[in-house]
Each structure stands twice: as C-alpha cells, then as structure tokens.
C-alpha cells in the first residue's frame, strides 16, 4: 500500500481519510444491531462505492471522480442496514413560569451647571493705615539704676487687605528701621531704648502686591535716667495756720484740709499722703495715696492739732509741707484790742456849761463779742487819775451825760466774747472838755 502511494505520488491527507472508510462502515453496522434488538429489522439498504482515482496535486483532489480502481486494488464494499420505522420521541416541553421583575427607578442627576471663575482684577489698593496703640503719646520710661537702656515694647492695630497684608515697616527716630518682617499677627516690635533719650516713631504696612499704606501719625515716647528728685512741696491752704474751730470740748468735729499740688518733672506725681497728729501723740498716716489735693478728718474737739502733706513722686522720692497748727474746741481766745474812733485823740470840746454830752464811738470786731466795757478817767495836773465811768454796752457805742467841763479825760474800750474771752484793753485817748 506505501509503495503504491509512492508510485501514485498520493498526499498522506488525502490517504488519511481513505483509511477512515473502513471505520465508518463498522459504526454503522454497530448501531444497526443496537437498533434491531428492540425493534423490527429495516430493510438494509447497500451502497457502493465507485472506484478512487487519486491525483497527484492539492488542485486535482478538490477536482477528482470516481473511476474503476486500479487492477491491484480491490475496496470492499459495505453494506449498511437502515430502520425505515424509526421515530423520534420529543423531548418533555419545559415549562416557564413567570417572575415578577420590578420596574427599575431610574434617578435622574443633573448634569451641574458650568461655573464661570472670573479671573480677579489686580490688588492696586494699599492696606488700612496701621494705628499706633503703646507706648501712648508722650509717654515716659525710667531706666533702672546703672542701667544704660530700657526695654521698650511698640505696638500697634493690625492692618488690614484683601491680598493680604505682608509685613510692617517701623521707623524710630533718632534711629530708623526699615522694612522689619513681622508675622501678621505679630504687631508689634521690643528696642533697647537708651535712657535719657526721646524717641518718635511711627508704622505702615505693606500687601502682597507690594502695595504700601500711609504711614501712621508719629507718637513721641522718651527714656529717662532714674529719678532721685523729690517733687515740690504741696502748699497747705486750708484752715489757715494757727486757725481755731470752735466747739464744745467732748464733740467732735468734721474739717475739711486742702492743699495746692506739688510737681515732679522727672519720673511724675503719684500722690498724697495727709498726716495729722492730735496734741499728745505720735505722727501717724491719716490716708491712703491720695490722687486729689484734699482730704476729711474727723476730730475731737478740745485740742490742739498739727497737720502736714506729703507728696510723692513714681520712685517714691517724698517732699513734706509746711507745718500748720489748728485748734479744735471751746474758744480759748481773747478779742482783739477795739480800734476807738471818735472822739479823736487830744480832741477839745467846748462846753456851755457845767457838764457835757459826749458820745464815744470804735469800730467793731470780727469775732463772736458778747459785749463791751468802756473806762473814763480824769487827769489831774500833777498827773494823778481817777476812774469816773466804767460801762457796758453789746453796742459799739456809748453816750456820757454829766462830764465835767473844764477838766482832761482818758478813755479805752475792751472786748469780752461768747467764750468770755477777756480781750486787752484799747490804747488811752485823751480828751479836754474847756
């Protein structure tokens, strides 16, 4: 068989499925018996094969018939049985039930809007002015002793920008620092002022544009060397020295002091102290620090009290007034002398008669007078006096009836107070009735 495939130039495909015939027969023999065991035999039915002609190229198979084979080949022939009374049985019909299946809700999303981002217009203003807020205008720091500088903390309000603010510029005179980087929320700066100087400064702010504000009005601060000055005395006014209150021993009495107010040009004026001392005793503090230029006692009357004020600076450098004295309790004073007025002194009056009307006349006190006594007297030639009249009177005037013409008369008036307070006596003042 090789050697003919060789002879007849045969390709192995096309010889593969020629040996596969003989296979091909059998099977269908196979399935006739099964077939014949349950059912009736078919008429067989033979087919026969014509004879191969096999051809030497791929084209000519595809174009080959059947002719009579080959004298050295003989095919056999099969011969298959077919059942002419085969019938195909169905198979079962499924049956389908129905699910329910729910109608999907179907969400809808808007598709969102374009949003339209206008670019920004450039930041052309400058920032808010910065406002200075310490060291207050004016005001003073005192260096420590042996001390060349004083620490000194500036602060100011924060600026404010749309771009945001970048940093601050401090200027100080007499030095001058420019473009200091803070953080924003840092405004402010501490220097190492040196004593004894006076210094102006003032702040601007800058965006992040690079746009700058206005600079801030300067403020004026100064540091000054320690103060060992005292401030000036207060000056007491009121009651007057060596004044007297009157009231009845045992009460007591509410007295108002008051003083003018003292000066200190270095560190300032803290205040007051009001000290009073009772007839007796110790000195001793009356009040607090006082920021005003009086103060209210109680006291007792019948005494004798002494007063001063003291005043004090910021390094507690102290100044001490003037000592006044007051008196405090029943009237212990006697009336001033009674300035006589008329008849004036040496005066001649004449006289028609024996005797003569004369008024006498003096000007009246300030104090509390309860009365007056008035003395006359008559002057002999060889000097000797004689007390003639001695009268009272709560007026500041008397008239004598019965004063004899032809003689010299002296004449004095005394007050007596409320206390019963014996004044002294006026001067004598002469007076010739011709």
């Known amino acids: ?62 174009t080959a018939t059947a002719t009579t084979a080959p004298d050295d080949i003989s095919p056999p022939t099969a011969t298959a049985t077919a059942l002419s009374t085969a019938t195909d049985i169905p198979p079962p019909t499924p049956t389908f039930t129905p699910t329910a299946t729910p109608s999907p809700t179907v969400t809808l999303t808007p598709q969102p809007s374009a949003t339209l981002t206008p670019t920004p217009a450039p930041d052309r203003d400058p920032p808010s002015i910065p406002q200075i807020t310490r060291p207050i205008n004016g005001e003073r720091f005192e260096c420590e002793t042996g001390r060349d500088t004083r620490v000194v903390r500036l602060e100011f309000s924060p600026s404010s920008d749309p771009s945001g603010v970048a940093r601050y510029e401090v200027q ?5 620092y420019k473009e200091i980087e803070f953080n924003v929320q840092e405004t ?127 390094r507690e450098n102290t100044n001490t007034s003037n000592l006044y004295k007051l008196y405090v309790g ?7 002398k009674p300035q006589l007025d008329t008849p004036s002194s040496n005066q001649q009056l004449s006289c028609p008669g024996f005797y003569r009307e004369v008024q006498f ?26 007390i003639v009249h001695r009268k009272e009177t709560s007026d500041t005037s008397i008239t004598l009836f019965e004063l004899e013409c032809g003689l010299v008369y002296d004449w004095r008036v005394v007050a007596v107070d409320q206390s019963e307070n014996v004044g002294d006596w006026s001067s004598w003042r002469r007076l010739t009735i011709e």
């Open 330 to 336: 029943p009237d212990i004073w006697p009336p001033n």
């Open 172 to 176: 100080i005179q007499p030095r001058s």
């Open 1 to 62: 068989m090789d050697d003919f495939v060789k002879k007849q130039g045969i390709r192995a495909p096309f010889m593969k499925m020629y040996s596969l015939i003989p296979l091909f027969i059998t099977l269908i023999g196979v399935l006739g018996a099964c077939a014949s065991e349950s059912k009736p035999k078919p008429t067989p039915i033979t087919f026969s094969f014509g004879t191969i002609t096999p051809v030497s190229t791929r084209a000519a198979v595809s």
């Open 188 to 314: 402010y700066m501490v220097i190492d002022a040196t004593c004894g100087k006076e210094y102006s400064w003032s702040v601007n702010a800058m965006d992040r544009e690079g746009n700058r504000s206005e600079w801030s009005p300067k403020n004026k601060f100064s540091v000054v060397l320690p103060d060992q000055n005292p401030p000036t005395k207060p000056t007491l006014v009121s009651p007057p020295n060596n004044d007297a209150i009157i009231c009845n021993k045992g009460e007591t009495k509410t007295i108002t002091f008051e003083w003018n107010a003292a000066t200190d040009a270095d560190s300032g004026l803290a205040g007051y102290y009001f000290y009073i001392q009772q007839e007796g005793q110790n000195w001793s503090p009356a009040s607090e620090l006082l920021k005003i230029q009086s103060f209210t006692q109680r006291v007792t009357c019948g005494y004798w009290y002494a007063w001063v004020v003291k005043s004090v600076d910021n």
């Open 361 to 386: 006349t003096w000007k009246r006190l300030q104090d509390s007078i309860d009365r007056y006594y008035i003395e006359i007297r008559k002057v002999y030639g060889q000097g000797d006096t004689v």
